[in-house]
């Protein structure tokens, strides 16, 4: 799974609001609903979608990272001795 955080200070605003999605639209929607609710916001520029998406794309980049799982399942997994 591939998920992104978006903040509203990713795109220069003084709002510490975070946003976390698997997609960009999901993030977009989110966004355009806290910017309407927040912001005051109604209808989001061109500007601010493209910022928007700049943002997101850097996050996806920076967050890339394998899985460093070093768990071997469970290896002393003793049964209930207790029965009857
Ligand atoms: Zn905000």
């Avoid at 998920?3 to 993030?27: H, K, L, N, P, Y």
């Avoid at 806290?34 to 996806?60: C, P, Q, W």
Wanted: some cysteine; proline content about 4%; aromatic content about 4%.
């Amino acid at each position: 799974m591939n998920i992104v955080e978006f903040t509203c200070r990713d795109i220069g605003m003084d709002c510490s609001f975070a946003i976390t999605g698997s997609t960009d639209s999901e993030i977009m929607k989110k966004f355009i609903d806290h910017a309407e609710s927040a912001h005051n916001i109604s209808v989001l520029t061109a500007d601010v979608i493209f910022k928007v998406k700049k943002a997101i794309k850097k996050e996806a980049k920076s967050r890339n990272s394998d899985h460093l799982s070093g768990d071997n399942g469970d290896p002393a997994h003793v049964p209930d001795p207790r029965g009857d």
